[in-house]
């Protein structure tokens, strides 16, 4: 199964960091070019341990559609988000949020397998694994972008309990 393994730093707050991480409604910013929307579960605001959201997007020209829950949240240090249903074989992101003296180290873990075997396994490595590295770069920078300026207040305004 093919893992990504990416780090950002933000100069922000851990608390914030992470606070934004879980946001649906960042999240539905950073993926205007898949045109990604929450369809059904918790389809706004900052998501909790349990909670769902179905994803619908266009990704490889296709409408595609993926149940994601939380499966785990160790607050403001790490969240797991897990596919329960959805077009890949299997599908496990592990965020996590490490303070250091300038902001906070964000670290994202990316396990994902397609359907097909071999042919699956070529399609991972030519497609997927640069495909899923470029939609959590664009992420990360929104997150980036957000934290570091005054734009997170907007975005969590009234939602977060941790900022």
């Known amino acids: 199964m093919p893992t990504l393994h990416i780090t950002s730093f933000i100069a922000a707050p851990v608390e914030r960091v992470f606070e934004l991480g879980r946001s649906v409604d960042l ?11 929450p369809i059904a579960g918790n389809t706004s605001g900052l998501l ?9 997007g266009m990704h490889f020209k296709k409408l595609r559609r993926f149940k994601m829950r939380i499966t785990a949240m160790n607050a403001p240090h790490s969240f797991t988000n897990q596919m329960v249903d959805g077009a890949l074989k299997a599908l496990r992101h592990e965020v996590h949020f490490k303070p250091c003296t300038n902001g906070t180290i964000m670290i994202d ?19 997927l694994t640069p495909y899923i590295r470029r ?17 997170w207040k907007a975005m969590l305004d009234g939602k977060s309990t941790l900022v």
């Open 27 to 37: 999240y539905k910013l950073a993926m205007r070019d898949t045109q990604d929307r």
């Open 48 to 56: 909790n341990q349990n909670d769902f959201v179905i994803w619908e």
């Open 109 to 127: 873990l990316f396990e994902f397998e397609s359907y097909g075997g071999l042919l699956g396994k070529a399609v991972n490595t030519i497609f």
């Open 135 to 151: 939609l959590l770069e664009t992420r990360n920078a929104f997150i980036r972008n957000y934290a570091e300026s005054q734009k």
